[in-house]
């Protein structure tokens, strides 16, 4: 059974702007915008109306027609509620983030609902304008996930924009790698390529700071093996324990020989497919950067 809020519930049992908008409903100085996205053979699909004012670009009404559960039906609520009155420009800027605060937030299995709202948002803007959805062309790039149809631009991309660090978080965002996950090897390598991209973005200056910091002070004065396992252990119960949690999973530590660290696994983290991503982007990078960047960090049964 999810967990969701009062405000989700609420929009489910008493959604706003549900329906349609014709075009008989426009004045000549609107126009009536479309964007339609997701499949109902896939178990969810949006279809967004918008009636924008021509003149100033400004969204007078919104309304939706959905397939799909409750979430589904609570976030297309959401989003006419959350646009009506905004510019094109400044819908532009509404995420699938945005659409989840709105409601209070949403159990992380049904993320993939905002999402499939911000895609339909973005498809009745292009529509209007007559432009390209994504001028990447992210659609030129390989197919990932043939169950849900999703290309691997269209995975990168929502990796970047939710700062996703797992194949099952990409799965609750956007259904890849939920159908027969044959795919999830190849959901983990492109996190693991936007994980290398962000690391090229850091500023120069970023590796001057992490050597003033705390931390490296620390590193400074060498660690006593106490002390190195004390470290690792805060760190592991304060910043990497939480994200873990949330999931259904969790990790302990296992033992240190010098800069091996072994860690056991547990809950939802053992077994999984994305265990090897969440190793290395999560655990590892956040003690090489909390305790000592030569750290290896390895997982035991």
């Known amino acids: 059974m999810w967990d969701y809020t009062d405000k989700v519930m609420d929009l489910f049992h ?3 702007n549900m329906g349609a908008i014709a075009h008989s409903e426009c004045t000549e100085a609107e126009a009536v915008a479309v964007g339609e996205i997701g499949s109902i053979v896939c178990g969810d699909a949006l279809r967004l109306h918008l009636r924008i004012d021509k003149a100033s670009d400004r969204i007078v009404d919104a309304r939706f027609q959905t397939f799909g559960c409750a979430s589904a039906i609570a ?14 420009d400044e819908a ?11 409601l209070g937030g949403l159990p992380q299995e049904k993320m993939h609902c905002s999402v499939m709202g911000k895609e339909a948002l973005d498809a009745a803007i292009a ?10 062309a992210e659609d030129e790039s390989p197919l990932v996930c043939k169950c849900f149809a999703v290309t691997a631009g269209k995975i990168k991309r929502l990796i970047r924009e939710n700062e996703l660090t797992t194949a099952a978080q990409v799965t609750n965002y956007i259904k890849a790698g939920g ?3 044959t795919c999830l090897t190849e959901i983990d390598e492109l996190l693991w390529d936007v994980y290398q991209e962000k690391m090229g973005e850091l500023p120069e200056n970023s590796l001057a700071e992490k050597e003033t910091s705390p931390v490296s002070q620390k590193q400074a004065s060498r660690l006593t093996m106490v002390e190195k396992i004390n470290l690792i252990q805060e760190v592991l119960a ?5 994200i873990l ?4 999973g969790d990790v302990c530590l296992y033992e240190v020989a010098g800069n091996l660290v072994q860690v056991n696994l547990q809950g939802a983290c053992c077994g999984c497919p994305s265990s090897t991503a969440t190793l290395k982007q999560l655990i590892e990078d956040k003690l090489r950067q909390s305790v000592s960047e030569d750290l290896v960090v390895e997982a035991v049964r």
Not at 75 to 88: C, E, I, N, R
Not at 129 to 134: T, V, Y
Request: with cysteine; net charge negative.
């Open 92 to 102: 532009m800027a509404v995420t699938n983030k945005n659409i989840a605060e709105f």
């Open 179 to 181: 159908g027969c996950g």
């Open 238 to 242: 304060a910043d990497i324990r939480p």
């Open 245 to 248: 949690e949330a999931d259904g």
């Open 127 to 136: 529509n209007y304008r007559g432009i390209s959805l994504h001028p990447e």
């Open 14 to 16: 008493h959604p706003h």
């Open 75 to 88: 976030s297309s609520s959401a989003l006419t509620d959350l646009v009506k009155g905004m510019t094109l």
